[in-house]
DNA sequence: ATTCGACCCTAGCACCGCTAGACAACCGAG
DNA sequence: CTCGGTTGTCTAGCGGTGCTAGGGTCGAAT
C-alpha cells in the first residue's frame, strides 16, 4: 500500500507545482501568457500531464481563484482586526480589499473577472468563496444600518469596491484619487 | 475626382458594415465568437481586408466601444430627463447604466471590460468616451453634497454600479436582489 | 492601347487548447 | 525470477486563432 501512497503524495505534489506555476506565470506576464505549452514546459512535463490533473485551462484557473480566495479572507480578518470601532474596520477593510487587488491582479482575475468554472452565490459554491464573503460580511454587518438586510449591504459594499478595483487597474479611472475615492465610499455607504 | 470620392464613400461603408457586424456577432455569441475569419466571411470580404481599416481585433473592439459610449451618453440624458428632482433623476440614471449594460452585453464588454486600445481619464480622451462621461456628472454634480469634488463623485458612482453590472452579469451575484441593491446604493451615495 | 498602380485574395506562419495512440516503466502473480 | 498487465508519460497531430507576405487582377490615366 505504501506505494499507492507515495505516488498519490507525488501526484499532489504534481498538483501543487501546477496551480503555483500558473500563479505565478499569470503574476509575471497576465493570464494571456499562461498556455499549455509554456506551463507545461515551466513544470518540466508535457502538456497532457495537465489533463491528467485538471480538465482544462479553466480549472487550473479556477484552482487559483480558490486559493486566492482563502488567502483574501485571512487578509480581510486581519485588517479587520487590527483597527479599533466598526467605521475605521470598515475603512481598513476597504482599502485592504484593493491592496489585495492590485498586489494580486491575476488571482484577483482569477477570482472575479475570469471564468474558473466555479459556482457563485448559490449552495454549491465551494467554501473558500464563501468563506470569503463571510469575512466581508462579519465586519459590514456592524455599519449594514435599521432595514437593510447585511447580506444585500454587504453585496452592494463589495460590488462598489470591485468597480474601484477593476476601473482603476484597467486604466478607466486615474489612479491619483484612488484614496480619497474609497473615503468618499466608506463615508457614504458606512452607517454608524 | 468623383471616382475617388465613390471609393472613398464606398470604403467609409464598408468600415461601418465591419463594426456593426462586429458587433452584431458579439452581441450574438460573444466576442469569443468574433473571429477575423467569421467577422470577413460574414462581411463577405477575405481577412486581410480587415486589415485594411483597422490595426487588428483590438481596434475593432475599440470601434464598438466609441459607437456604443456614444449610444451610453443618450441614454443617460434621456433617463435623466424624464425624471423629476436630482434624486429621482439619480435613481433614474443608475437604473438606466444598469439596463444598458444587461440588454448590450458585448458593447458594455468592448467599453469597460476588454482592451480596444482607447485611452481613459486623459487628454487625449476620445470625445465619446468624455461626453458619456459627462452625462453622468450632469445629474450627479446635483447630489455630490458639500465638500466632495463632482468629478471624484461621479467616479466613485459610477465604479459602483460598473462592479453591480459586472458582478451580476458574471454570475457573482444573484440577480434576484439587483433592485434593492441599486436602491440602497442611490439612496445612501446621494446626498439631497 | 498600354502602362501603371490600387486593391484584394490565396496561402501560410506561429501560436492556441486539447487529445489519440504509441511506448516505456513498474507492479503483482505465478 | 520471469512474465503479463496496468499505469503513466510522451510524441504527434487536429482544428482553430490573429495576422501577413506575395501574387494576380482590374480599372484609371496617359
Redesign the pocket.
Known amino acids: ?1 505504501s ?2 501512497e ?3 503524495r ?2 499532489a505534489e ?1 498538483e501543487r507545482l501546477i496551480v503555483a506555476t500558473a500563479r505565478e506565470l499569470a503574476e509575471q506576464q497576465g493570464w ?9 514546459e515551466r513544470i ?9 490533473h ?7 484557473i479556477g484552482a487559483v481563484a480558490l486559493q486566492g480566495a482563502a488567502e483574501m479572507a485571512v487578509a480581510m480578518r486581519a485588517a479587520a482586526s487590527g483597527a479599533d470601532g466598526p467605521r475605521a474596520r470598515v475603512a481598513a477593510l476597504a482599502r485592504a480589499y484593493l491592496d489585495f487587488a492590485e498586489r494580486n491582479p491575476a488571482v484577483y482575475d482569477a477570482l472575479f473577472q475570469l471564468d474558473g468554472g466555479l459556482a457563485f452565490a448559490q449552495e454549491d459554491t465551494p467554501e473558500p468563496l464563501k468563506d470569503a464573503f463571510a469575512a466581508l460580511l462579519e465586519s459590514l454587518s456592524e455599519v449594514t444600518g435599521d432595514g437593510v438586510e447585511p447580506g444585500l449591504f454587504t453585496e452592494t459594499f463589495w460590488a462598489a469596491l470591485h468597480g474601484l478595483a477593476t476601473l482603476t487597474r484597467a486604466g478607466r479611472l486615474p489612479p491619483e484619487d484612488a484614496g480619497p475615492r474609497v473615503e468618499l465610499l466608506v463615508g457614504r455607504l458606512a452607517v454608524v
Chains 1, 2 share one sequence.
Open positions: 500500500m506505494v499507492q507515495r505516488k498519490q507525488e501526484r504534481r494571456d501568457a499562461v498556455t499549455t505549452r509554456r506551463l507545461a518540466e512535463y508535457s502538456q497532457p500531464v495537465l489533463y491528467s485538471f480538465r482544462g485551462k479553466r480549472e487550473i
